[in-house]
């Protein structure tokens, strides 16, 4: 059963405080990006075997760290069900805060609930892929989400982007995780992220913002190059997605977006 597991970007994310147990309280809205994507192939065996081959972009860990194998090695757990072959097409890049090493753990998630005819609920469904990492379970849903805690609490909202063209651009650049949260600062904003949404898309600039730019940014002067390279080309509002270092660009005619094509592949109408 072959997957498209689109990758995803933040619409704003603020970090409001750090909690007891390490994490942090985050409120962001996600949206998925069906024009960027990995295939994920997953096909039953008559053994109790996991076997992973990947193609495309090269998977750069030992396969058992992988996501999709921790996926498949979770439901073979909970259900007791026979081994997969996985055939994983990455095409999302890495290090980019685009979500795409969680939309292939959730696709294995979904693919074998439907070959091993397990009928299992959106909610338990959630609660498999929440297992594997923060931003999984918003891939069961892959609708516009108020992702919230961790990013795992999750309620639909909406936002209408319709007609309008995206531009993702990843530096050589990456960041991890850990270099992220070290340098963030949480605070609470005057207005909510729900309220800040709903003003029209020509005020997010400013408005709408990602705490982790601050002192990713910093670091990675490339990073910031990026995001201003994207405004100057005339992006209505540019940001970059999760914790770096990928940045997008929202535009509102094919002719502005199209001048980012000398840096990026990745331009679609949304």
């Known amino acids: 059963m072959k997957i498209k597991a689109n990758c995803k970007i933040n619409l704003g994310l603020d970090v409001l405080r750090r909690r007891d147990d390490g994490y942090h309280d985050l409120s962001t809205i996600m949206l998925p990006v069906e024009g960027l994507y990995d295939v994920v192939d ?19 860990c030992a396969d058992e760290d992988n996501i999709c194998v921790k996926a498949a090695k979770l439901m073979q757990e909970r259900y007791g069900i026979a081994g997969v072959d996985i055939t994983l097409d990455k095409r999302v890049p890495f290090g980019a805060g685009l979500g795409g090493g969680s939309a292939d753990g959730t696709a294995v998630i979904m693919a074998i609930n439907n070959i091993f005819s397990l009928d299992l609920t959106e909610e ?16 069961v849903r892959n609708t516009p989400q108020l992702c919230e ?18 531009v993702i651009i990843k530096p050589n650049e990456s960041v991890s995780t850990r270099e992220a949260y070290a340098g ?13 949404i709903k003003r029209p898309i020509a ?21 910031a190059s990026a995001k201003q390279q994207l405004l100057q080309a005339g992006a209505i509002y540019a ?32």
């Open 184 to 196: 963030v600062k949480p605070a609470i904003p005057e207005l909510p992220l729900t309220e800040r």
């Open 239 to 270: 940001s970059m997605s999760g914790s770096g270092s990928a940045l997008f660009g929202l535009f509102d005619n094919e002719t502005s977006a199209e001048q980012m094509r000398h840096l990026t592949d990745y331009i679609f109408k949304i």
């Open 149 to 166: 805690g961790r990013g795992e609490q999750m309620t639909a909202i909406d936002v209408n982007l319709d007609g309008m063209w995206m």
């Open 203 to 223: 005020e997010w600039q400013g408005l709408i913002k990602n705490d982790f730019e601050p002192s990713v940014f910093a670091a990675h002067p490339a990073i």
């Open 42 to 60: 997953v096909e039953r065996r008559d053994d109790d075997k996991i076997v992973f081959r990947g193609i495309g972009l090269t998977v750069d």
């Open 124 to 139: 338990e469904l959630i609660a498999r892929a929440a297992e594997l990492g923060s931003d999984t379970a918003f891939f």
